[in-house]
């Protein structure tokens, strides 16, 4: 079992920055990917951004890239997402996801979750 804690959220104007952090412990070696998701009010959660840990790799969701960026610190065993000309639309719960197999679902371990609110 992976435990995650986010932090980093708050309440920002658009065209601002915040970076997230989301600590691991636990399991951490059992990992597969850790990545971020989000969820606006009303909507469904949706897929922000992963980085393999194996060898860093990044993905990101196509309405993030170029502003946002994930990257890691194995030593902290922390994964954080860079986020850069905020929009309103970026308004969410951002929640930190691990996995230890390719893909998310049933194995998937979750983070309570850290708001962002982007003022227009």
């Known amino acids: 079992q992976v435990h995650l804690v986010e932090s980093g959220g708050g309440l920002v104007q658009a065209g601002g920055s915040l970076r997230l952090s989301c600590a691991a412990s636990?399991?951490?070696?059992?990992?597969?990917?850790m990545g971020w998701f989000r969820q606006a009010p009303g909507k469904e959660r949706e897929f922000v951004a992963a980085?393999?840990?194996?060898?860093?790799?990044?993905y990101h969701a196509d309405s993030v890239k170029g502003r946002f960026t994930i990257s890691r610190d194995n030593a902290k065993n922390t994964v954080y997402l860079q986020m850069n000309s905020l929009k309103p639309e970026d308004t969410a719960v951002y929640c930190c996801?691990?996995?230890?197999?390719?893909?998310?679902?049933?194995?998937?371990?979750w983070g309570q979750g850290t708001q962002v609110t982007v003022s227009s």
């Open positions: 996801a691990a996995d230890p197999y390719p893909g998310w679902g049933p194995t998937t371990n």
């Open positions: 636990g399991r951490t070696f059992s990992y597969y990917a």
């Open positions: 980085i393999r840990w194996s060898d860093g790799r990044p």
